[in-house]
């Protein structure tokens, strides 16, 4: 392409070749003529995923990522981190307050779509800022939203114009948060044609900054930038292929489930996790996840046996055909004594009201840990 000029693909910002078919950025020249005189120039990859919902593996390594995180301190800009409201541990940022430095943060939890309707959002506001502080991580502000819904975006893009000052805008949020959909929303508010950026329901759409013109009310010239995400090896979803991925990111209002449990009865999440009440009174256990996760309760007794030999048949995902590359499940002992959410990270949780004795099973290198429950 030594004759083309330097453009890159609108939908994910990677630099776009006609030379390379296995390298990040290639679109066919064809293609490239297209887009270059109809001022939308998508790679191959992206084309293929708004098209047919199909991905190519191209992604931004953790390096790449924290990479950009680094340069973050060193920008006088407001800082927009989104997370999903569903999975705030597995979205959150390690050390989120020391890349950006002194810049504000206004933190976005996306997918309110997700939640039950009858959960008021000041409960989920005011729950969400606690968690934050009890975890060290400081945000000038928190906003709920939906991208799907189209839900409080004219009110966060008027939040975002009084914070900024004029100064750009860095979106940041580790994958399939909907931090392009976010944007793509926000751009649609201002008359920006839609869905520029590329979203999907597969993690790390995006690979390289995208930067977008993004004057604010009073006419300052300044930018809002795009940044790549990774996957948090401690979810579940980063486990999952394909379709498996479709099935346990929730694509509309969960409809929580409730079992009555005596000690001795287990749970199972598809084939991707168990939760056994082993110890304490009868009682209500009520699972969040999403409405396509199988759930199955049996005795406890010959569980082991019974997961070994349904995994990829009646429990699943994962499905069939991934049993092979699927982790082994590792038990963890929990003692809960107040209500709590037991919290499968990018999975869902189970909330349990009553003093219990439990364990937990997740796949070998995924995150268990318990939380004052949300709902």
Known sequence: MSNEENLYCVGCGALVQTEFPDKRGYTPKSAYEKGVESGLLYCQ????????????????????????????????????????????????????????????????ANKMDAIPKAVKHNRIENWLRKYLKENGIHV????????????????????????RQGRDVYVIGMANVGK??????????????????????????????????????????????DTPGIMN????????????????????????????????Q???????????????????????????????RRKLEGSDEFYQEHLGGILQPPYAENVGDFPPLVRKELS??????VVFPGLGWVTVNTPVRL?????????????????
Do not use: W
Request: proline share 3%; glycine share 6%; aromatic share 6%.
């Open 45 to 108: 990859r992206c084309f293929k995923l708004r098209h047919y919902n199909t991905l190519e593996k191209v992604s931004t390594s953790a390096d790449e990522f924290l990479a950009i995180l680094n340069t973050l301190g060193d920008k006088d800009a407001l800082i927009v981190n989104v997370i999903d409201i569903f999975d705030v541990a597995g979205s959150l940022i390690n050390g989120l307050n020391r890349f950006v430095g002194n810049n504000q943060i206004l933190m976005v």
């Open 140 to 163: 000038d502000e928190v906003m709920l939203a939906s991208a799907k819904k189209r839900e409080n975006i004219d009110a966060l893009l008027a939040k975002i114009d009084e914070m």
């Open 180 to 225: 392009s959909s976010i944007i793509n929303r926000i751009l649609q508010a201002t008359g920006i044609q839609a869905d520029v950026i590329t979203t999907s329901q597969f993690p790390g759409t995006t690979l390289d900054l995208i930067e977008i013109p993004f004057d604010d009310a009073a006419g300052n010239t300044a930018n809002l930038i």
């Open 233 to 264: 090896d401690g979810q579940m979803t980063s486990l999952l292929k394909g379709k498996e991925l479709v099935e346990v990111l929730p694509s509309k209002e969960i409809r929580p489930m409730t079992f009555q449990l005596n000690p001795e």
């Open 266 to 296: 287990t749970l199972f999440f598809g084939g991707l996790a168990r939760l056994d009440f082993i110890d304490g009174e009868r009682t209500s256990f009520t699972v969040y996840m999403s409405n396509q996760v199988k759930i199955h």
């Open 336 to 341: 809960i004594k107040e209500p709590s959410d």
């Open 359 to 375: 364990a937990a099973y997740v796949p070998k290198g995924i995150d268990i840990f318990t939380r004052e429950k949300l709902i």
